[in-house]
């Protein structure tokens, strides 16, 4: 019998690694001017529209739209005057040559590759301390208390991603969508016309009571249901969908902070004042003149 010879694989792309990891929330006037540097980045429009000039082409990008820089390449973003956005961006060093697939390429996230840039932050909130969304990172500072292997996930996780739009791209698929548990339960009936219900009063006050009519679920029936599929409790998803609504009013200059906590129906500026500090870590205060910084 032949001794065993074990093979090396092949690293088609290696991210070796990582500047910057973002997550911007944008007001609607929101400009930056431009830079280039070394490396790759690629931002993701994960709400709102932007305008992107890269080299000397511009693009208007929409939510799902995710572009690449290559190292050196001139790039400005901006918003388009009308809806605040929200981008994930992400720079890393990769010297494979596989990367040049992705020289002046948009192109559209399914709910796979969603998924991966999701957990892509949440390793980046676990394995450094720095802010996502601190726009002045120059270099990321790892966390005292970050979870065993979190910057080795993140690079596994670029990777992933990478290759994955590779393989889609050259064999002429679709963005894919999720067959696993997560899309089954994404999918149900029931939640999603709650959430829907809670979506189309964020400006009310609904209590629970309201939110168990309209379902036509008990109460104890809709508290296991709604916890199973979002992981949240029912008067807590709502809390954080006002506070959404408030970020993004707030971004596109809807009133000021009295204006939008009554818009949304709070009893007082107080109140909301408190709920927005839980939910963002900040004051409403501090959140507008963080908008304003960047």
Known sequence: MEPYRPTRLRR??????????????????????????????????????????????????????????????????????????????????????????F?????????????????ILREARGAFSTPLDDPRTACLTRSETAPFGGEQMIGLLLEELLIGLIRRERSGGRPARLTSPVK???????????VSYMEDNVCGSLTFADICRYSAQSATNLKT?????????????????????????????EGNITQVADRLGYASVHYFSRYFKQATGMTPTEYTLSLQLK
């Open 103 to 119: 020289e002046n390429k948009v192109l559209r996230v399914g709910e796979v590759e969603r998924e991966l840039l999701s957990r």
């Open 225 to 253: 249901l709604f916890k199973s599929v979002t992981g949240l409790g029912v008067m807590e998803y709502y809390r954080l969908l006002k506070i959404e609504r408030a970020k993004r009013m707030l971004r596109e200059g």
């Open 184 to 194: 089954r339960r994404s999918s149900n009936e029931v939640v999603n016309r709650v």
């Open 12 to 101: 088609e792309l290696e991210i070796t690694e990582v500047v910057s990891v973002h997550y911007f929330e944008y007001s609607s006037r929101y400009v930056f001017e431009g830079e280039r540097h070394p490396f790759w980045e690629f931002l993701y429009v994960d709400k709102g529209e932007v305008l992107v000039t890269a080299g000397k082409e511009t693009r208007r990008l929409r939510r799902g739209d995710l572009i690449f820089h290559q190292p050196d390449e001139f790039h400005t973003v901006a918003a388009d005057g009308v809806c605040a956005p929200n981008l994930a961006v992400i720079s890393f060093v990769c010297a494979s040559p596989s990367m040049s697939f």
